[in-house]
């Protein structure tokens, strides 16, 4: 169970947030008095209503603003659940009182290797690093820390370390996972169930020995540890851990340790103890370079010159912006049924620069889920719901993809709206999808015949 003072101190954050949202009369009489924090259980508040008019009410017309407070105090927590006291309707249910045992990694990209990754004056020395990293982990550059802006390969380097080492080295244990994952992990590990004993103790013995009991640790976006103390002070002793065993720890990041605000400087120091590197903005040759391969990669290698070199013009630093202007036009291509060519190219991204420009303002989870929904013939909360089905699965995966394309949510929130499902599930399910659109020309209308609808509604 959560310490009493833990839980007092993050129902008093939420509650400032709720504050601020929402009405003052409908705050004081719900919110100010009615609730008493009982409980944390999988990054849910568990609160106690004072009847069951005050938890009816909330849940009808407060739940999505309360649910909006506790993802604004980014305190690791995404939900709540009420509960009244000899209530038939608010309960904690068996399956709520349950936590998992298993602390995950993200899932590695296979297709993320050095050989995939383009080399340009931008970015040879930072390959070059993760290369020396990845051929003798543990005993030179330690830690490697990259930073650039995103989209820039970061990931793909990261990813591309992980993969070479599993498969030259695979006695090594290799943890890659992501800032957010592993605060998410460190919160439930401190919370635990009431009526289990010892659990949260036990609970926090192993997520420390997920972390620590590795090779090579790989944390992406490391700079979401700012602000967060608590889960500094772990990372450091983590850190610590490893280091002391050689273990190789590699992190990514948008800035440089020394513009990471509020990072504890022996935290600061640690990083910068290591080989920093920075991966800067493909220059026009890089970006055509990229393009050739990425489009022999999708088996349209006999692009023309012209063409590669328009895609590349005003395209912006990030590659997936880049590889995005590729896939329309490929797309376009066979849906039109006609060769690839510049006059092709330009009208295919006119269309898209006028219809994301005219209509993705208006773009709600809302209108995303009906389109889903209304394409498919599926009932939303079959949608949002724990169905397996095939074609229920692969509608729900859209889903994902079209709110991380066309919202900018963070990905725990895009799981909460879509049933409560865990953030690295809608990884999972965009990186699905952006592949499946470049290989399958019937999913890639799909998409495109719902994007039409959600910007016709």
Known sequence: ??????????????????????????????????????????????????????????????????????????????????????????????????????????????????????????????????????????????????????????????????????????????????????????????????????????????????????????????????????????????????????????????RPPKEIATLEDRLRTRFEGGMIVDIQPPDAETKIAILRRKAEERKCPMIDEDVLEYLASDSGHDVRTLEGRLTKVIFASKLHEEPISLSLAKRALKESVREDAEEKEDVTPESIIAGVCGYYKFKKEDLLGKGKKADLVKARQICAYLMCELLTLPLVSIGNILGGRDHTTIMYSRDKIEKLITLNDKIAKEVDDIKSIVFKQ
């Open 1 to 254: 169970m959560a310490e009493r003072s833990q839980i007092q101190f993050l129902w008093g954050k939420i509650k400032e947030k709720v504050q601020g949202l929402i009405n003052p009369v409908s705050f004081n009489a719900f919110f100010k008095d009615n609730l008493e924090p009982i409980d944390v259980i999988n990054r849910r508040i568990i609160l106690k209503a004072t009847s069951d008019l005050v938890a009816t009410t909330i849940m009808n017309k407060h739940a999505e603003t309360f649910r909006e407070a506790i993802l604004k105090c980014d305190v690791g927590l995404s939900d709540f659940k009420l509960i009244v006291d000899g209530s038939k309707k608010f309960t904690l249910e068996e399956d709520e009182e349950d936590f998992s045992d298993a602390f995950t990694s993200v899932p590695i990209n296979k297709n993320f290797t050095f050989d995939s990754f383009v080399v340009g004056t931008s970015n040879k020395f930072v390959y070059a690093a993760a290369k020396s990293v990845a051929e003798n982990p543990g005993e030179g550059f330690n830690p490697l820390f990259i930073y650039g802006e995103s989209g820039l390969g970061k990931t793909h380097l990261m990813q591309a370390i992980a993969n070479y080492i599993s498969f030259n080295h695979p006695e090594k244990k290799v943890l890659y996972t992501t800032c957010e994952n592993f605060l998410n992990e460190f919160i439930d590990s401190m919370f635990a169930n009431v009526n289990r004993k010892n659990s949260a103790r036990d609970k926090s013995a192993r997520f420390r020995g997920h972390y620590r009991n590795v090779d090579i640790l790989m944390i992406d976006d490391i700079q979401f540890l700012a602000n967060k103390s608590s889960v500094q002070e772990e990372f450091f002793h983590t850190f610590n851990e490893l280091s002391s065993q050689n273990k190789q720890i590699v992190l990514t990041s948008d």
